[in-house]
């Protein structure tokens, strides 16, 4: 599976932002899709993943209540609803897919492309 994220772009402190990851192939809805994301000079860490179903998700405890993983399976395409986003938000954003949301926190199989997000305060 070919993963596209996108939607990253700059944002007030307290606004929204929605990403997309996008992705090819026919067995997409077989994969769980996560989200990681890296600051400048900060090691990469796990955001957010939902499962193959859309039934089951998991946030990051820094994301949670803020954010919202949904996935649209006709669409082939994850989304991640960012609301009131700070500048510690900040961050190059990825999308990874796997066959559980577990194998998606420890690491993904498939990536995409990271897109950037940037919070000003």
């Known amino acids: 599976v070919q993963l596209q994220a996108s939607g990253g772009g700059l944002v007030q402190a307290g606004g929204p932002l929605r990403l997309s990851c996008a992705a090819s192939?026919?067995?997409?809805?077989?994969?769980?899709i996560g989200w990681f994301r890296q600051a400048p000079g900060k090691e990469r860490e796990f955001v957010s993943a939902?499962?193959?179903?859309?039934?089951?998700?998991y946030y990051a405890d820094s994301v949670k209540g803020r954010f919202t993983i949904a996935r649209d399976n006709a669409k082939n395409t994850v989304y991640l609803q960012m609301n009131s986003l700070k500048p510690e938000d900040t961050a190059v954003y990825y999308c990874?897919?796997?066959?559980?949301?577990?194998?998606?926190?420890?690491?993904?199989?498939?990536w995409g492309q990271g897109t950037q997000v940037t919070v000003s305060s």
């Open positions: 990874a897919a796997a066959a559980s949301p577990r194998s998606i926190m420890g690491g993904g199989d498939y």
């Open positions: 939902i499962s193959w179903s859309g039934g089951s998700t």
């Open positions: 192939g026919r067995t997409f809805s077989s994969y769980a």
